[in-house]
């Protein structure tokens, strides 16, 4: 009977350590699918070629005079060497005339900077320096991984210090659509220097914890537990984040930046009840606006009247 015993809980011991093993494998799957570049840059290297995106040039005039301008005026990549010995790539778009005023436009998941031409051409046209940072693991950007804004937050700082160190009387405003508002709100819970006057936050998350968490069923058609978990112990094992510790909530609790948050009343990938989350918490200056009927990532095209009203408004007060 003893020797039954042991037998058994040999068994369930080793079944125990295979579910773990396999268990541990499904959030090393997970995290590759969705964090690896493979996947962030999986779509074509010419944005047109999506036929989304060539509906949108063909069908609306503001995204087609975004977009030729951005390729217009784009005439090269710059690369800028970290403290931490890291390339990040950016593109810069000089303002026509000589100012101090500049505008970061900080891009989506498995994006790139162009799909923030529509947001960079309307700062540029009042006449703003544009500065257009890759996210990590996206395009140019060598890093295996994004970290949903986690890591990106340190090197959209390292691009204001590049600015400040060539401009010294440099004001900026840091402008990001989705992830790119996440790690527009993770910068603001920096201390950063006065030069930055305010930042915009369209369509935003509150953690990446509750983002997975939102879609780990939608998309991957799994439950959170124990899949999620599982994600995260790998991140944190191999990727060096925490998915909780990538928290925009708690970044604007202590951000003393002015903030304006935006987000679509449609949108269902980053669900619009975060967006009062997110505006509650924060401790800055702030306001809010809604734009009815748009999904995710869509106010600015969906009403762009009401969107840049609201959006010239805001950033006047800071940067008049």
Known sequence: MQQTGKTILKTAGKAAAAGA????????V????????????????EPLNNPS??????????????????VASCTGD???????????HADIIPAKEESHDWAILVHGYSSRP????????????????????FMRGHRKDGHLHTTFGYYER????????YIISGDPLARIVIHGCSMGAATTMLVTGEAL???????VADCGFTSAWEEFREQIG??????????????????KLFLKWDFKACSPVEAVARSVTPTLFIHGEDDTFVPYRMMDVLYEHCAAEKEKLSVPGAKHDESCEKSPDLYWEKTDAFVAKYMP
């Open 193 to 199: 220097p006065d030069n930055v006057k305010c930042a």
């Open 78 to 88: 710059t690369v800028l060497v970290t403290a931490k010995n890291e390339r990040i």
């Open 30 to 45: 997970i995290c590759e699918g969705v964090l690896g570049r493979a996947y962030l840059n999986h779509g074509p290297e």
């Open 154 to 161: 340190y090197d959209v700082i390292e691009w204001i210090r």
């Open 21 to 28: 093993g396999l268990l541990f494998l499904s959030g090393a």
């Open 114 to 133: 162009r799909t923030m031409a529509k947001q960079g051409y309307h700062y540029a046209q009042m006449g703003y320096n544009t500065l257009f940072p």
């Open 53 to 70: 995106n060539l509906r949108r040039y063909l069908t609306n005039p503001v995204y087609k005079t975004a977009d030729d301008w951005y």
């Open 218 to 235: 939608h998309t991957l058609h799994l439950p959170a537990f124990p899949f999620l978990p599982a994600a995260n112990l790998y991140a």
